[in-house]
Structure formats: C-alpha cells, structure tokens
T-cell receptor, first 113, second 111 residues
Framework: KAGVTQTPRYLIKTRGQQVTLSCSPI?????VSWYQQTPGQGLQFLFE???????NKGNFPGRFSGRQFSNSRSEMNVSTLELGDSALYLC????????????FGPGTRLTVL | AQSVTQLGSHVSVSEGALVLLRCNYS??????LFWYVQYPNQGLQLLLK??????LVKGINGFEAEFKKSETSFHLTKPSAHMSDAAEYFC?????????FGAGTRLFVKA
C-alpha cells in the first residue's frame, strides 16, 4: 500500500497570505489527524477528522481550519499567516481513530517570511 | 485531560550500551500509550504501543516499553544501542480522539 502523502513538501509564503496543505491517507483509512511541529512548542495536535467530521480540535486560533472529503483526503488551511506559523505540518492517518496506529506522512515544511 | 512528560531532552549512550528513555503520563482514563521515532526530515514512525493487556510491550528494532500504572510511567528501553538508533523519540498518550506528545528526547549514539 502507498503511504501517507502530503503536498506540497515545501512552501514559502509571506505574512498575511493564506495557505492550503493537502494530505492523502493510506487507502482504507478513515481518520486523518494534523499536527504542527516547531522547535519551541514541539508536536501539537491541530485537529482530527473521521468520515468528513471533525471530532476534536487542539488549542489553535480560528485561522487554522481543515476539512475532509468523502475519499478521506484532507486539507488544512491557514489564513492570515504569521511568522510564528512557520513549522513542519504533519498529517497522520489511521483506520478508525487516534487509538489505532497512526501512519505519518513526511510533512509539509512551511516558511513564513 | 492527558499530558506527557519526557525526562531528558538529550540522552547520549555508547554503541552497545543500554538505552533508557523516560516517559511519565497523566490520564483521567485508561491510557493508550505510544512511542514514535523521528529521523531527520522525516515523519514519525511507530515503535510500539500499549492499549490493554500485557504490560511489557515489544516493538520494532529491538525496543520495548513497560507500562507501570502505579508509577504512571512508560519508559522505552533497548538492551544494546546501535548507531542507527540516533534519532528523536516521542512518547504520546491518546484520549478523546486527540494525541498528546511529549517534548521529545534526542538520542545520540557514540561510537
């Protein structure tokens, strides 16, 4: 089976812009979770989707949003980018949810200038 | 609410020595506990997980972890370190469709 894929792998944006990141889960997986990884804050949970429904959300401002499509692919959007949004954004998929084994993608490295 | 504390942001061992990475958790419900490894410029890879049952969990690459409820710990061990074990290791607790990660421990392996 193909692994979790994330596009794009690298992205450079300027403050105030918006960005959309994409995640394609492993075939058959219905749960997709998103995480932000920074040197200062570590790995932080953004949100989790299952069958197009958001089941939980981390402590991030409303500028961070996501969605999941009927084929389980997921996107996350960050509006009005700030310098502090520079991070590695990781997506993980699993069969039924976060208590199952999560398989991580390689991440999207976002740099905000 | 769940939380995870990893003791030691950096651990250095000699090749062939015992690896011990410490993790303590807090959970209001029976925890699901995980250890992940991250190599540079890559995503995370699952090493092992504890859900229920046997408290000694064996994972990939010779790693194992023991769930100790009384100590709220889930320490990761490997009897003999290899150079290829150099990476960052994350302990995580899951509850309520949410994964909480520890701050991570970077393992250095000296020749």
């Amino acid at each position: 089976k193909a692994g979790v894929t994330q596009t794009p792998r690298y992205l450079i944006k300027t403050r105030g812009q918006q960005v959309t990141l994409s995640c394609s889960p492993i075939s058959g997986h219905r749960s997709v979770s998103w995480y932000q990884q920074t040197p200062g804050q570590g790995l932080q949970f953004l949100f989790e989707y299952f069958s197009e429904t958001q089941r939980n959300k981390g402590n991030f401002p409303g500028r961070f949003s996501g969605r999941q499509f009927s084929n389980s692919r997921s996107e996350m959007n960050v509006s009005t980018l700030e310098l502090g949004d520079s991070a590695l954004y990781l997506c993980a998929s699993s069969l039924g949810g976060t208590t199952d084994t999560q398989y991580f993608g390689p991440g999207t490295r976002l740099t905000v200038l | 609410a769940q939380s995870v504390t990893q003791l030691g942001s950096h651990v250095s061992v000699s090749e062939g020595a015992l690896v011990l990475l410490r993790c303590n958790y807090s959970s209001s419900v029976p925890p699901y506990l995980f250890w992940y490894v991250q190599y540079p410029n890559q995503g995370l890879q699952l090493l092992l997980k504890y859900t229920t049952g046997a408290t000694l969990v064996k994972g990939i690459n010779g790693f194992e972890a023991e769930f100790k409820k009384s100590e709220t710990s889930f320490h990761l061990t490997k009897p003999s370190a290899h150079m290829s074990d150099a990476a960052e290791y994350f302990c995580a607790v899951v509850g309520g469709f949410k994964t909480i990660f520890g701050a991570g421990t970077r393992l250095f392996v000296k020749a």
